[in-house]
């Protein structure tokens, strides 16, 4: 037999050990025909016996590191040929020395201790008796960590001196020619990469000269201005004179402009949205001349695309007392530059871009106000020292004078403000707030009106509210005023309005007070869907039984969970199930309604990508679309 004609190479005592753990036609011969063949093959290695030597342990250790038998994942003959082989070397080793083979140990430990191994053992005893190893106090292997890739230079081949066509450099430029000497290419070889920097500190030289150039081009030359992550100063603003050449209402918003500004540049006009609709008639703003701020980032304004802001000015009133534009002197073109007074101011150049995370403007604006004499002015928040804005051709800059409305000093303000206001100014607000002298609650003010069911029984601190439902309590402040004036109608008012406590509470006792008249006589009713497969719920009575507070009964939900969701019902709610995915909510008390109908919602919040969920009521949720990678 094959299996007996590899075995007999062995020595005696493994080859008897090896009979007894291994059955002859079984798996511990291979499962497949290459696992047969390695098998065998391992087994001759190992009689040939110079796998056990003591010199080549370590390789050995190596190979086994990442295995936990010598063939395929399962135990072989092999295994007990090498456990044979390697039993006199462990015996006799010490503990430092095994510890200096862990993969090595622990495949040794493995197989002495598989039962047929043992069986086979315990009949040649002494021979193979089991060695014990000390593998809790073993030291743990260092990891070090993999010595970081370094990036190979390509070194081009020799060329034959008849055969190799000349080398070109990325820009097509001959740096090797076919009868170049081979003494040569070293050096050439080495001078490559000094090439490839000096290429590199060439492209940055090039572009700060081409930056140069630009800003000559722009701003007639001088002393660059100061670099962004300095402190924010006027000069990093660019300030140029305009023109308006179009203007048109926002198809989308009331309170927004939609202008074309002529800035002087070869593109042609900017698109500049403005919100200053209810300020300056449009009439006002044809063919007009204004001062914009040219280098901030693109926004975008109800579907259109803003490239400047237009810069104005307003009353210490507020708008209400006027809003202008800015104007620049008769003489200005589109395009002029304008700056402030200064020397650091007049020979800087601006940013090509704010940075809107710096906050360059947003900090330097505060500073912006208009003299006694209209002058636009910046002043320095420091050195409280006044920069006039001025143009090249040493005109000041002022603002339109409103004679009619003999506006005060006004104070500078930046337009994002103004479109802030007008993008709300269609949103209704509670109008709860002062209005001169009159302070008014608009719900509290209104009249309840009540069925005769209803009565009502008051104390210093609290309102019974009964009707046919039952009866509940409303907490009154001391300062809150009843009064039952007409048959069936209500009141509500306070001592002081004046004062923001009584305010607000004004138009909250009054809808407290209106919730308890319909919990009494109607009550309280939202629905609860169960939205998602598998979901359902069950009405079923609480194993716990009737205890304080409680019904005695329970919802049972599943809710995708892999357990079943219990919820109990408090006495004062009443539950029904009309439907396996809806459950019916009804009480006297608004608030406890929501209170428990959002304990169940909690389970299963509505999520917006398959829009599963427990929904209350009218709940809707908007589905988004997955994100795909």
Not at 1 to 7: C, E, G, I, K, N
Not at 106 to 132: G, T
Not at 372 to 398: L, M
Not at 444 to 453: A, E, N, R, S
Request: charge should be positive; charged fraction near 25%; include cysteine.
């Amino acid at each position: 037999m094959a299996s007996a004609t590899v075995l007999s190479k062995l020595p005696e005592p493994v080859r008897d050990l090896v009979a007894n753990a291994a059955v002859d036609g079984s798996s511990d011969f291979g499962k497949s025909e290459k696992d047969k063949a390695e098998v065998t093959e391992w087994i001759e290695k190992i009689a040939q016996g110079e796998v056990a030597k003591p010199q080549n342990l370590k390789d050995l250790d190596g190979q086994l590191t990442p295995r936990t038998y010598l063939v395929s994942n399962y135990y072989t003959a092999a295994d007990a040929t090498l456990y044979g082989v390697l039993h006199p070397v462990f015996s006799q080793l010490q503990t430092p020395q095994y510890y200096s083979y862990p993969a090595l140990t622990r495949y040794f430990d493995h197989i002495q201790n598989r039962p047929q191994v043992r069986k086979a053992a315990s009949s040649l005893a002494p021979a193979f008796s089991l060695v014990s190893f000390d593998l809790e106090n073993a030291p743990k292997p260092e990891r070090k960590a993999d010595p970081p890739k370094q990036k190979k230079e390509k070194v081009a081949a020799p060329a034959d001196a008849s055969s190799a066509p000349a080398a070109k450099s990325k820009k097509g430029k001959e740096v090797a020619s076919a009868d170049t000497k081979p003494a040569d290419a070293p050096a050439g070889e080495a001078k490559a990469p000094k090439k490839e920097k000096k290429e590199k500190e060439k492209k940055p030289a090039e572009a700060a000269e081409g930056g140069k150039k630009k800003e000559k081009a722009a701003g007639g030359g001088g002393k660059a201005a100061a670099e962004e992550a300095g402190e924010p100063v006027p000069s990093m603003i660019d300030l140029r004179v305009g023109h308006i050449v179009d203007i048109k209402k926002h198809p989308d918003a009331d309170g927004l402009y939609v202008e074309q500004i002529d800035f002087g540049e070869p593109d042609g006009p900017r698109t500049v949205v403005s919100g200053l609709v209810h300020y300056i008639p449009i009439e006002e703003m044809r063919d007009k001349y204004l001062v914009g701020v040219c280098n901030l980032k693109p926004a975008n304004m109800r579907g259109v695309k803003s490239f400047a802001m237009v810069l104005c000015a307003t009353s210490k009133d507020g708008k209400e007392g006027g809003i202008e534009l800015i104007q620049p002197p008769p003489n200005s073109k589109p395009g002029d530059r304008v700056y402030f007074e200064g020397p650091e101011f007049e020979n800087a150049t601006p940013l090509p871009q704010l940075n809107p995370k710096k906050k360059i403007f947003e900090t330097v604006q505060p500073g912006f106000t208009t003299l006694e004499s209209k002058e636009a002015s910046w002043v320095d928040p420091v050195t409280k020292s006044v920069h006039r804005i001025r143009t090249k051709d040493e005109c000041v800059t002022k603002m339109v004078t409103l004679a009619a409305r003999q506006i005060p000093s006004a104070t500078a303000m930046v337009l994002r403000q103004v479109v802030r206001h007008a993008l709300h100014a269609g949103r209704s607000f509670s109008t709860s707030a002062a209005r001169g002298a009159m302070y008014i609650s608009n719900v509290g003010k209104q009249h309840i009106h009540y069925p005769p069911t209803i009565s009502f029984a008051q104390t210093p601190t609290a309102l019974s509210v009964t009707g046919p439902l039952g009866t509940t309590s409303v907490p009154l402040e001391p300062f809150m005023n009843l009064a039952f004036a007409d048959e069936n109608k209500l009141a509500v008012s306070v001592q002081d309005a004046s004062q923001k406590k009584q305010r607000s509470m004004w138009g909250l006792t009054r809808t407290l007070i209106n919730n308890a008249i319909t919990g009494m006589t109607e009550g309280f009713a939202t629905p609860v869907y169960l939205v998602g497969v598998g979901y359902r719920a069950a009405l079923e009575a609480d194993p716990r039984g009737k205890t304080e507070g409680m019904s005695g009964e329970r919802l049972n939900m599943k809710l995708g969970f892999s357990h079943p969701v219990f919820v109990p019902i408090p006495e004062h709610i009443k539950v029904e199930v009309p439907a396996a995915t809806r459950i019916l909510l009804s009480c006297t008390d608004k608030q406890l309604l929501g209170l428990f109908a959002a304990k169940i919602r909690k389970w299963r919040p509505p999520e917006p990508y398959k829009g599963k969920g427990v929904f209350v009521g009218t709940e809707r949720v908007r589905i988004k679309a997955i994100k795909k990678k």
